[in-house]
Nanobody, 127 residues
Framework: QVQLVESGGGLVQAGGSLLLSCAAS????????MGWFRQAPGKEREFVAA????????IYADSVKGRFTISRDNAENTVPLQMNSLKPEDTAVYYC????????????????????WGQGTQVTVSS
């Protein structure tokens, strides 16, 4: 079992920054790829970023490439998502998720490959 708790959401002006954090626990956590997804009002949930269990590889959605950075702190069992140059279209509920099936990192962009999800944290970017 993997348990996930997101934190760090809030309100920010366009161009600002937020640091989200996913606190993870569980005996298999260290071998799970970790991902961030988001869902805006009236839209489908979309992939944002993912990091391999080793922390050596990352993938990003084109919409956040160059602005967001996912990392992994195994010492603290957290997966931060640093969000810079925020835009109003980044407004969404952000979810942390874990996929623990032994797939390659490419599979981590597909929400249906995930086993565990956090409760979500709201990010609102005003213009």
């Amino acid at each position: 079992q993997v348990q996930l708790v997101e934190s760090g959401g809030g309100l920010v002006q366009a161009g600002g920054s937020l640091l989200l954090s996913c606190a993870a626990s569980g005996r298999t956590f260290s071998r799970c790829h970790m991902g961030w997804f988001r869902q805006a009002p009236g839209k489908e949930r979309e992939f944002v970023a993912a990091i391999s269990w080793s922390g050596g590889r990352t993938i990003y959605a084109d919409s956040v490439k160059g602005r967001f950075t996912i990392s992994r702190d195994n010492a603290e069992n957290t997966v931060p998502l640093q969000m810079n140059s925020l835009k109003p279209e980044d407004t969404a509920v952000y979810y942390c998720a874990a996929t623990c099936r032994g797939y390659g990192l490419g599979a981590a962009s597909n929400e249906y490959n995930y086993d565990y999800w956090g409760q979500g944290t709201q990010v609102t970017v005003s213009s």
